[in-house]
């Protein structure tokens, strides 16, 4: 079955590497926005038959998801055999529960509006909490990339002797891995939030590891806070300063600023979410899903 890649607007470097990764041909869409702020969504390759590759990367989710669920019905519309929503950031993961009385679910919400209009998804380290699969909240097949190998091979090549570090208890397993494949050693730090910008970190007994490079490995980059507090803690122990590593960098205003103001070294991000901090290619392993 003939394949094509169309990329929503920011997601066209990503979709570039997947075509040279699997020889899919990339169509050409077009997004213009009337006066009144509403938007024209017009194809300019033939979907008909095809499975459809949508490249959309779902940071600041509220502004992309009505383009993006324009350009899914618009390839059915048109005659196309199955859509496939490739999201290698998912965004609405967090409100995965009512925290106060009256509050929304969005995670499930979200869910169940993206499942209306693709027939797959496909996405990268998903910020499951409460939910322990995409499968109990999304009703469309899903496959979830681990972006673990990617970080490992990044580590191995560019840092010396490194100790991974994880932000929290939940994320020992991920970064257990990310370390075992790196050939390096991990801990895990402990956080307890306070609020969107305020968390308290306590670093287990690092003596052990003198002389080994930090590096802090999280899957959310939203206000840096985290790594500029980790980083801060480091440097009072005598550590280099570490390199830090998130999957998804979604930096809150000037938070990226601010991270490199602070106590951290080197910032490298997985290119789920274009920016400038994006090291890390995750194209060959989304690839293989293609």
């Known amino acids: 079955m003939e394949k094509i890649i ?52 779902l ?18 519309d048109l005659g196309a055999w199955e859509v496939v929503l490739v999201a290698p950031y998912l965004g609405y993961m967090r409100q995965d529960m009512a925290f106060q009385t009256g ?36 009703s ?22 490194p100790l991974v570090l994880g932000p929290d208890s939940e994320s020992r397993q991920w970064v257990s ?22 968390v308290e970190i306590g670093l287990p007994d690092l003596n052990a590891y003198r002389g080994h490079t930090p590096v802090l490995v999280d899957d959310i980059i939203s206000t840096g806070t985290t790594l500029s507090t980790a980083a801060g803690l480091l440097e009072v122990l005598g550590f280099e300063k570490p390199v830090c590593i998130g999957v998804h960098a979604v930096f809150s205003e000037g938070a990226y600023a601010s991270l490199k103001k602070s106590y951290a070294g080197q910032i ?14 995750i194209a060959p392993l989304i690839a293989t899903h293609l």
């Open 177 to 198: 891995e990310v370390a075992s494949d790196a050939g390096a050693s991990y801990e895990v730090l402990q956080k307890i939030r306070q609020g969107d910008r305020q």
């Open 103 to 138: 509050e929304a679910v969005t995670t499930s919400y979200f869910a169940e509006f993206i499942s209306g209009f693709v027939d797959r998804l496909i996405t990268v380290d998903p910020h499951l909490h409460r939910f322990k699969q995409l499968s109990d909240i999304y």
């Open 140 to 161: 469309v097949p899903s496959r979830v990339v681990r972006s673990a190998p990617a970080i490992a091979s990044w580590i191995k090549i560019h840092i010396p002797k």
């Open 59 to 76: 940071v600041q989710a509220d502004t992309r998801s009505l383009p993006l669920y324009f350009l899914g019905r618009l390839c059915k």
């Open 6 to 57: 169309l990329a929503l607007p920011g997601n066209e470097a990503l979709a570039e590497k997947l075509s040279t990764h699997t020889e899919i041909k990339t169509g050409r869409i077009e997004l213009r926005t009337f006066p009144d702020g509403e938007t024209l969504v017009r194809l300019h390759s033939s979907v008909e038959n095809k499975k459809v590759f949508l490249i959309c990367s």
């Open 268 to 281: 490298a991000t997985v290119n789920t979410i274009a920016h400038e901090s994006n090291r890390i290619d």
